[in-house]
């Protein structure tokens, strides 16, 4: 399963269940996340799971990141309005986030919150300004201690258009 948080599915203006993909060349800001989902899904045939919130967030850069800090200080929770069915049926999620001032947004707190993937191999898969993969793999193994986690690749949202083929060879570095 491929789970992933992509900030245009959380801000009103998607449809997630009928748009298959964001274009990444008129949408910058939001697409990214969701492409790489995209592509690592494909590949691996997988089922993807969209992390939404609750509460929609801005469709603009600088207040979402903002937002996106608030809630970091505040060590916010921010709830779900979806669910996965039957983690149980996966051995492996590959999860896809975007980092928010250096760690995983915090709506996927929730998610390993409220979710016990022991005994998992969590892949993760980063889109970034810069930062790399920052807190985020330290910060999954924290909160899934019993999971296996795995650097997957972080990818700069300057590059994402071109990457499609190194989600896919690290993929297959990682024997899938």
């Known amino acids: 399963m491929i789970a992933y948080f992509a900030v245009a599915e959380n801000a009103g203006v998607v449809d997630a269940v009928t748009s298959a993909s964001i274009n990444q ?3 910058p800001v939001h697409g990214y996340t969701r492409t790489v989902a995209d592509w690592a899904a494909d ?5 993807t799971f969209s992390v939404q919130t609750v509460f929609d967030y801005p469709t603009k850069y600088q207040p979402t ?4 800090l608030t809630e970091q200080r505040n060590n916010e929770r921010p709830e ?10 996966y051995d492996t999620v590959v999860i ?5 001032w250096g760690d995983i947004p915090m709506a996927m707190y929730t998610l390993f919150d409220s979710y016990d993937f022991s005994g998992k191999e969590l892949v993760v898969f980063i889109t970034h300004y810069g930062s790399r993969f920052g ?3 330290q910060t999954i193994q ?3 201690p019993d999971a296996a986690v795995v ?7 300057t590059q994402v258009a071109g990457a499609q083929n190194d989600v896919i060879a690290r993929l297959q570095e990682l024997g899938y």
Do not use: H, K, M
Not at 43 to 47: S, V
Not at 96 to 100: D, L, M, N, R
């Open 142 to 144: 924290t909160l899934e």
């Open 65 to 68: 990141t903002d937002i996106a």
């Open 43 to 47: 590949y691996l045939g997988a089922d």
């Open 80 to 89: 779900l309005e979806t669910e996965i069915e039957n983690l149980d049926a």
């Open 96 to 100: 896809v986030a975007p980092v928010w």
């Open 135 to 137: 807190r985020c793999v």
């Open 151 to 157: 650097e997957g690749l972080a990818i700069n949202q």
């Open 25 to 27: 060349d008129s949408d």
